[in-house]
């Protein structure tokens, strides 16, 4: 009987995290972060075939969910400049679902980029931490929200070329499909699936303090969260501008960058999948969803 009671207690009070992480799903996460950091995809740079199965990879995904898009065939084409002439090298592309809310038709982007460095020689980069990590996320996301419809609308932007300048998400901001005053916030994933500290880092709230308080809606949380990274004048420490975030916040748009600190497979060909931490990526992600559930309740 006293088994049986102390059970029913850690029931209620544990209930509600063990019915929230039971809405990632584990084995679908880390087959698709294990699929998009995968040799078949050649470390997924932006214009070469690999890019293009990526692209056709998240699309079918976001068909199989019904989600809907602005865009045909849910992409978003645009020009790849090369970053110092301004040539152009060809035609990138966003690839963007797209959930309309409930109650408002404000709008919450949830992003990530898709590409990464490709090969160099007979080196592939295959970008499992960055940045097949948040883009697996994002699938997550998306199928979630898919089924439990959100207040605000989500916009689930996958974006092409952010290790040419942030060019996909440049372009996406500038086409955007809705009057961009009605974007209430960017949430943008970028290496989210390995911390030696358990530390998650969420990036904005020096900039957009309104948000800070959000946090505390967040129940159950299995990694360390962090503040930071967002103190101006602090050099290569402040990553305002290091990720796709960026292209929001120069919109004078709110922004949350979900990452982790660089770790000795930063850009190198062993960013590989073996060497995620996979019991603190899937915290991480379930952690972000609660997250993107409390903006949609609370904003």
Request: one cysteine or more.
């Amino acid at each position: 009987m006293i088994l049986r009671r102390t059970w029913l207690f850690l029931l209620f009070i544990m209930g509600p995290w063990l019915l929230f992480a039971q809405k990632v799903d584990k084995e679908i996460l880390l087959q698709d972060i294990s699929y998009l950091s995968s040799d078949e995809l050649e470390g997924r740079k932006a214009l070469t075939e690999g890019s293009l199965k990526t692209r056709e990879f998240i699309k079918q995904r976001f068909d199989s969910l019904g989600l809907t898009s602005q865009y045909s065939d849910y992409t978003q084409f645009f020009s790849i400049k090369d970053e110092r002439s301004g040539a152009i090298m060809g035609q990138g592309a966003n690839i963007v679902g797209f959930v309309p809310g409930q109650e408002s038709a404000k709008i919450i982007v949830i992003m990530a980029h898709y590409d990464h460095l490709g090969k160099v020689g007979d080196r592939i980069f295959n970008g499992a931490d960055d940045n097949a990590s948040g883009t697996a996320a994002l699938l997550a996301l998306a199928a979630y929200f898919a089924e439990d419809k959100p207040q605000y609308s989500l916009m689930f932007a996958a974006v092409d070329a952010e290790e040419k300048g942030l060019q996909g998400a440049r372009a996406l901001v500038k086409d955007f499909p809705f009057p961009l005053k009605d974007v209430l916030l960017n949430i943008n994933m970028d290496m989210i699936s390995r911390s030696e500290s358990n530390e998650l880092f969420a990036t904005g709230t020096k900039h957009y303090p309104h948000l800070k308080p959000i946090f505390e809606e967040v129940y159950g949380t299995k990694v360390n969260l962090r503040f930071g990274h967002d103190e101006p004048g602090t050099g290569s420490d402040d990553w305002t501008y290091a990720s796709d975030h960026a292209a929001f916040h120069e919109a004078d748009i709110p922004f949350i960058y979900f990452g982790v600190e660089d770790h000795e497979d930063y850009h190198k060909a062993s960013d590989t999948f073996e060497h995620i931490d996979q019991d603190f990526y899937y915290q991480a992600v379930t952690f972000i969803l609660q997250c993107v559930k409390a903006f949609d309740e609370h904003l």
